[in-house]
Nanobody, 119 residues
């Protein structure tokens, strides 16, 4: 079965940390990434990693706080989120494509996992 399954979301206080995981089954794409959609806002790119050269991308809002990594042996992509802020609250989606890291444009999407940052 072809799917991306996210896990690791939850509720955390400002300044806290979470690690999201995305397990890819039945598919293999060069570019894997994380996107998020806050209530009332459009979906936006957060971070991507390209398996071809190991390059990574981070949006300006998360750079220095989030870190993306990839376990190719187990087809898992991680997003380590530190120093979380209330504005990081959103549904986080894992996505895959062979060439791009952008929305719209990704070829395959997971169903999302909710991250809530609140005191």
């Amino acid at each position: 079965q072809v799917q991306l399954v996210e896990s690791g979301g939850g509720s955390v206080q400002p300044g806290g940390s979470l690690r999201l995981s995305c397990l890819a089954s039945g598919l293999s794409y060069a570019v894997m990434g994380w996107f998020r959609q806050a209530p009332g806002k459009e979906r936006e790119g957060v971070s991507c990693i390209n398996n071809r050269d190991g390059s990574t991308y981070y949006s300006a809002s998360v750079k220095g706080r989030f870190s993306i990594s990839r376990d190719n042996a187990n087809n898992i992509v991680y997003l380590q989120m530190n120093s979380l802020k209330p504005e990081d609250t959103a549904v986080y989606y894992c996505a895959a494509d062979d060439w791009v890291c952008q929305h719209p444009g990704m070829d395959f999407w997971g169903k999302g996992t909710l991250v809530t940052v609140s005191s």
